[in-house]
């Protein structure tokens, strides 16, 4: 980030114009400062000074300021490719996407505040300052761009050390150079290749978490802040909830998807675990690679093994074929900005054409089918298919609602060799299927080193009863990371005050309060005042979590947790016809929403307008089909409403898509035997059984069923 003036500014602001779904844009320079004449938040023209440049290569945006203290980045940008790579113009970064005025994605709403969005990882020493009072910023920052304090820490004294160099006398001996972190790793570390393998070893133990590899993932890592007291080597997670290995991120073997960074995907790696550091391969000062081209992986990776044509099956090929090609391939964001995977993997086309997940080897022959990558590399390597991220399998099923979903999931997240991010990947998903089979699972997770395993495995059990789990998960309301601690909170908030015991209620009172300031940080964001919301809630302190919801709402009327939160609230005060008025208001700005639909349903049928309740019910399953919960609810009101045809109809399909849904298998054995159906009522126990053999209540269903079945 840098201040915009003649030297930093590249793109064409000489009356330069651009043309948008009808928008006409213009960009040109007055009295030594830049303007662009655009769409502003009421969808009108108006011209708009441009403060700061953001970024440099292969694109640079341009950010204004407003009265109250945002600072919003134009999703107008300048390719600063060289012209004959398709650059030197001005590109939209949703070139096929109509952005209104109204939407979230606008250049001067929420989703493009540089105070929340881009701050912290652009500038260094970053204090967003948000007044909740007047919904104002005054962020400031101690250097505009990324400075050495950004990795390094405070460097006062590392300034006092370098002055004492200069001096005859009493020069500080300090090792560390008086650096408040030192990231030193790599010191006294050498790289070892097995003579019968050629893979190199590590000539210590890796550590885990990294100093270096946290630090370098403040800014390369798809989170959320929720303190600003982070401090260079210190686990992300202490500060920072850190996305795992989510649908609609990543591709269920882990590949990045959207747009993710680098942190996520390598600490997947096999070279991770092996105890390698971003710079190993990276010069971190320069910016550059620690050798041109294949050299940094061979830097490490014997070549006699490596750069030969028995591996790579790529000989005489033009250009040639590297190792990044095959192992790190590359995704593009912001229409022209190309990264590489960092997950650093064996390309598997087999699981492309199992599950659908892409491979390197079709990036590049686009023209064949994954099948005959997949022959190749059998042809090649023979059939047995090897790799280090073996979880794809189980992160898909999860995601199909696959019956077996919980045996693959439990897989992974007890496997001694998967990495931190895939087992807290695991019990994350878990969520949804915890039981008493699987609990133990989240129990070893709450005592895993890796403070992102902790907070997953908190997750796992989230929705429990806290006063259940509390002998399980109170001892992480004091555990070194801040992020373990208020992630225990939250599972815990509903525990009644007098229900604590003695010597719980310090820690919980103090990792209440960390809580409560997690979410203050990000008082500018819906998210965070939803959050806080249904932490009042959850201690019935249903004023509080009132006015924390419709504060969420005035800062984005489109963010429908709020408003569902809001009107689940009211429901528990008997307001249900308030409710209704906030589903249907935040239905006008969301209409395909259908989460808000099937809220709206649900209390239509509390006010037994049943025949209204039934058609936000279809909406929302129709507009969310993998959602498998709304088209079963949809089924039971239909079945309640007499519709006993379609009601099976609709949890028929309903199963298609998700084989191992629990509540539509119960329903359609439950509706199957009311109707005298006990063959196909047997039919589907039995599948669900398959899903839950441990299951007491259908085994007595089952047993139940065949005896009725043989009369």
């Not at 429990?464 to 601690?485: F, Q, T």
Request: aromatic share 8%; charged share 25%.
């Amino acid at each position: 980030m840098q201040h915009a003036t003649a030297a930093s500014v590249l793109g064409n602001f000489d009356d330069n114009s651009f043309d948008y779904f009808g928008v006409h844009s213009r960009f040109f320079k007055k009295d030594s400062k830049f303007f662009v004449e655009t769409d502003g938040p009421d969808g009108k023209l108006a011209t708009f000074e441009v403060k700061y440049t953001f970024g440099i290569y292969p694109l640079q945006q341009y950010l204004s300021e407003f009265p109250d203290g945002r600072i919003q980045a134009l999703s107008i940008a300048w390719d600063s490719r060289p012209k004959d790579q398709g650059g030197q113009r001005w590109f939209h970064l949703y070139p096929n996407e109509e952005i209104k005025h109204d939407d979230v994605l606008h250049w001067t709403k929420l989703n493009q505040n540089w105070n929340f969005m881009c701050a912290e990882c652009h500038s260094t020493g970053v204090q967003k300052n948000y007044d909740a009072t007047n919904d104002s910023f005054h962020t400031t920052w101690t250097e505009i761009s990324v400075g050495c304090e950004a990795c390094h820490g405070k460097g006062s004294r590392h300034i006092n050390w370098a002055h004492s160099q200069r001096s005859w006398f009493g020069k500080d001996d300090d090792p560390r150079k008086g650096l408040a972190v030192l990231l030193n790793e790599r010191d006294g570390v050498a790289w070892h290749p097995d003579p019968k393998t050629g893979n190199p070893q590590h000539s210590i133990a890796a550590a885990l978490p990294r100093r270096e590899v946290e630090t370098c993932g403040l800014c390369h890592a798809r989170r959320g802040e929720f303190s600003e007291d982070w401090v260079p080597g210190q686990p992300l997670s202490d500060t920072h909830a850190v996305s795992l290995l989510a649908r609609g991120l990543y591709y269920a073997d882990g590949q990045m998807r959207d747009e993710v960074y680098n942190y996520g995907p390598f600490k997947q790696s096999k070279m991770f675990q092996a105890g390698v550091t971003c710079s190993d391969c990276h010069e971190p000062h320069a910016a550059k690679l620690r050798a041109p081209g294949d050299g940094v992986c061979l830097q490490c990776h014997a070549s006699d093994k490596y750069e030969v044509a028995s591996h790579n099956r790529h000989e005489g090929v033009t250009p040639a074929v590297a190792c990044a090609s095959c192992h790190m391939p590359a995704s593009t964001y912001m229409v022209v900005d190309k990264r590489h995977d960092h997950s650093l993997r064996i390309p598997r086309p087999d699981l492309s054409v199992k599950l659908g997940t892409p491979n390197a080897c079709n990036d590049c022959h686009a023209d064949q089918s994954a099948q005959w990558a997949a022959d190749a590399i059998e042809r090649w390597h023979g059939s047995v298919r090897k790799g280090f991220q073996n979880y794809a399998e189980a992160f898909q099923a999860s995601w199909a609602d696959r019956a077996d979903a919980t045996t693959l999931l439990a897989v992974v997240a007890a496997s001694p060799t998967a990495s931190a991010i895939a087992r807290a990947s695991a019990l994350s998903e878990l969520h949804s299927r915890v039981s008493p089979a699987n609990i133990e699972l989240a129990r070893k997770g709450l005592a895993d080193p890796d403070p992102m395993v902790r907070v997953a495995a908190l997750g796992m059990l989230d929705g429990l009863p806290g006063e259940r789990i509390w002998p399980l998960v109170s001892s992480l309301l004091s555990d070194p990371s801040r992020g373990v601690r208020i992630r225990a909170m939250s599972v815990l908030a509903a525990v009644p005050p007098a229900n604590l015991p003695a010597p719980g209620r310090a820690p919980f009172e103090r990792a209440a309060a960390e809580f409560v300031a997690a979410q203050r940080l990000n008082a500018d964001r819906p998210e965070a005042r939803s959050t806080l919301g249904n932490f009042y809630a959850s201690r019935r302190l249903t004023a509080d979590a009132e006015s924390e919801y419709k504060a969420a709402l005035r800062l984005s009327p489109q963010y429908s947790p709020a408003a569902i939160n809001l009107a689940d609230l009211y429901r528990q005060l008997g307001r249900d016809a308030e409710g209704e008025s906030v589903l249907r208001t935040a239905i006008t700005s969301s209409r395909r929403d259908g989460g808000l639909h099937h809220a709206l349903g649900l209390t239509l049928t509390r006010q037994k307008r049943l025949n209204d309740a039934l058609s936000e019910f279809r909406t929302a399953s129709e507009l969310e089909p993998d959602r498998s919960r709304y088209a079963y609810v949809y089924a039971v009101a239909l079945h309640s409403s007499g519709h006993i045809g379609d009601s099976t109809n609709v949890l028929k399909e309903n199963l298609t898509r998700h084989p191992g849904d629990r509540d539509t298998l119960l329903a359609l054995i439950t509706f199957s035997r009311d109707a005298g159906d006990i063959g196909a009522a047997l039919e589907y126990a039995e599948q669900l059984s398959r899903a839950t053999p441990n299951d007491r209540e259908l085994t007595r269903v089952i047993d139940d069923l065949r005896a009725r079945l043989k009369r």
